[in-house]
């Protein structure tokens, strides 16, 4: 029964999207908006079999239905509630339908919010561009990523369960979907971009109404890769949160496109200027989430984060070719219409230092495309297996990264136009004390290098600049200097600063050993007591679990333990960590005693300011939902000397700047 529902629902919604590029083609090619306005009831309708056919499968893997391939390659009696839920986004087939289920809602939430303005053509266009990229995906589930294939299983019959590394820690059940929201969230403005271009419209019309969609999709993207990092260093034992690993890459690459393409479209908002410039960015961020859907899913990277081999990669691969023709072709199909009517009046001003901000994220992305894709290239051509590891993408991206804070805090300063060298001095005043403060405070205390010390500095200079920010605004707006696009941005950039100084200092003072301990004894490393107590053994239904018992500094004991699960018999660590602000004792059990007097091997590593990484990422996500909010209001700048033709006029009047945003 679940199968036949599932397959059926799945069905559902791949007709639903094609009948809606169809009726929605025809209204829009013959002028007819009551056939546009149709497409909103197929956007429902694909989010209908999108819902059902999920909850076919949560019914099918919560009822151990393994008469359904993937709850029997998958599934498990023995996987607890939390996991066996999580357990449909921890395979391929279940990864591509939370795809599904996510695109179709965010199609019907555009349906519904344009749903009196389905009539206007950018609208429409963009309706079909989503309806479009949702006929792609429910192919898949219908041909070879299908979720609801049949089997006959013997009696008693009992599945494996899901990875191991995937049962492992709660983090796994929300941080695959917050990245699909973000993932997918750009389908929105993208689609809006590619209605923009067909239309002719370029203006800033779609740019504002695409804001706050596309600052939601930055936000829930940030804090999957945030939740993922944290992830990381919950579960997998080796003392890190990021290792480069060219999963991890696949979702930082739209993620440096996004930032990029958040910065630069305030200045084509504000002076009409970098329409290219964005449209090839906003259209790289989608295109980059279909390359990075491929990377995962195809089987053709080694990771702990990739799924095995499968025939998709072929399917999302051409997508991802399709993607990139149709756009590059748009964009010089509509050059003439793209000159912008502005230009940088001097390079010391708010739009020259964003240019430079675009430049180096763009570099930056191109280092870790080049990192993650050349390997796979080369396997391609020579069969040669090839390795690029984070000595690479540290040496390459270190003096970015460090530029880029000193960005963060001298564009807020900048006015736009042209700066005065007095405004600098006034406005950087305090930023550069801090700084200097920093610097000087980071070496009296016995800190090291040059690269981590400089990191230090040029955090303190960007904060105390966005501080001085939400200072100045909070003053003038009392508890609405908090909120706003630019205010909130701050708080975003706190973050930023929080988590690059966190980062900095974690990767460049960690300290690492192993212990080789008997029970009743004790060690020190760094400024801590450890005394191995002994051991603990305990047995699930899904595991047994061996743990070393390990007192820190007198206090609280630590568990660090190996976990053996039934199926295959795998053995998967489970560290465990004292946390603090100032430093984490991050505990691994190498090797377990087998007998009581026999020593056991724990890894010891101090990490310092891991917990502020986490911090940095709330404070992002504080300061991403203010910025979606309206600040105090002001009349915008139109840009000068702009000829508006009439495609613009009706761009920015048929579609206010608030429609569709509240």
Not at 72 to 81: E, H, I, K, L, V
């Amino acid at each position: 029964m679940n199968a036949a529902l599932g397959s059926a629902a799945v069905m559902l919604g791949l007709v639903s999207c094609i009948a809606g590029v169809v009726t929605v083609s025809v209204g829009l090619r013959r002028s007819r908006p009551a056939l546009v306005r149709t497409g909103k009831t197929y956007a429902f309708l694909a989010l209908a079999g999108a819902i059902l056919a999920t909850a076919a499968m949560q019914r099918a893997l919560i009822t151990r239905d393994f008469s359904v391939q993937f709850v029997a390659d998958n599934g498990s009696s023995r996987t607890p509630a939390l996991f066996n839920v999580a357990t449909m986004w921890s395979a391929l087939e279940g990864s591509i339908l939370l795809w599904a289920l996510v695109l179709a809602g965010y199609t019907a939430l555009i349906a519904h919010r344009f749903r009196h303005r389905l009539d206007d053509k950018l609208a429409g266009w963009a309706l079909l561009t989503m309806l479009a990229v949702g006929v792609f995906f429910f192919a898949l589930l219908v041909g070879p990523a299908d979720p609801f294939q049949s089997i006959n299983v013997p009696a008693g019959f009992d599945g494996p369960g899901p990875n191991p590394l995937l049962q492992n820690h709660p983090l796994v059940a929300f941080h695959p979907p917050m990245l699909y929201l973000g993932y997918v969230g750009f389908t929105v403005p993208f689609a809006f971009a590619i209605g923009a271009l067909v239309t002719g419209r370029v203006g800033e019309g779609w740019l504002l109404v695409t804001r706050r969609w596309t600052l939601f999709a930055w936000g829930f993207l940030t804090a999957g890769i945030i939740l993922g990092a944290w992830w990381s260093y919950e579960v997998l034992g080796w003392g890190g949160y990021w290792a480069w690993d060219p999963v991890e890459n696949a979702s930082l690459l739209p993620w440096l496109t996004g930032t990029a393409y958040i910065h630069s479209v305030m200045v084509q908002e504000r002076r009409g200027m970098l329409r290219v410039w964005n449209l090839s960015l906003l259209c790289a961020t989608f295109a980059l989430t279909i390359l990075g859907t491929f990377l995962t899913r195809s089987g053709v990277l080694d990771s702990v984060h990739a799924f095995s081999e499968s025939s998709i990669g072929v399917w999302l691969l051409s997508f991802f070719a399709l993607i990139v023709v149709v756009t590059v072709g748009l964009i010089g199909w509509r050059g003439d219409r793209l000159h912008s009517p502005g230009r940088i009046d001097s390079p010391i001003s708010r739009e020259g230092a964003f240019l430079a901000n675009n430049v180096l994220f763009a570099a930056f992305a191109l280092i870790v495309l080049l990192g993650t894709v050349f390997p796979l290239i080369v396997e391609a051509i020579n069969d040669d297996r090839l390795s690029v590891g984070a000595p690479y993408f540290d040496r390459m991206t270190m003096p970015i990264g460090l530029a880029l804070l000193s960005l963060m805090a001298i564009a807020p300063v900048l006015p736009w136009r042209k700066a005065s060298s007095e405004l600098l001095r006034v406005r950087l005043f305090w930023p550069t004390v801090a700084a200097t403060a920093a610097v000087t405070g980071s070496v009296l205390f016995g800190n090291r290098g040059f690269a981590p010390v400089l990191a230090f500095g040029l955090g303190a200079f960007a904060g105390a600049a966005a501080l001085r920010q939400i200072i100045l605004a909070t003053r003038r707006l009392g508890w609405r200097g908090f909120v706003g696009r630019t205010n909130g941005g701050m708080i975003v950039h706190l973050g930023v600063v929080v988590l690059a100084v966190a980062f900095a200092a974690s990767q460049s003072y960690a300290a690492e050993t192993e212990l080789r301990l008997t029970e009743g004894t004790t060690a020190t490393v760094g400024s801590h007591t450890l005394t191995y107590e002994g051991i603990e053994e305990s047995e699930d239904p899904e595991k047994s679990t061996i743990a070393a018992l390990v007192r820190v500094d007198g206090g609280t004991v630590y568990r660090p333990a190996i976990n053996r699960f039934r199926f295959g018999n795998q053995a998967i660590g489970t560290p465990s960590v004292k946390t603090s602000l100032v430093e984490d004792v991050y505990l691994t059990l190498l090797e377990a005693p087998e007998q009581p007097e026999d020593p056991v091997v724990i890894r010891v590593v101090l990490q310092p300011m891991v917990t502020w990484l986490w911090i940095g990422g709330v404070l992002m996500a504080i300061g991403t939902t203010l910025s979606a909010f309206p600040g105090r209001r002001r009349q915008p700048t139109q840009p000068t000397s702009e000829p508006v033709g009439r495609d613009d006029a009706t761009a920015t009047s048929a579609i206010p700047a608030d429609v569709g945003l509240r």
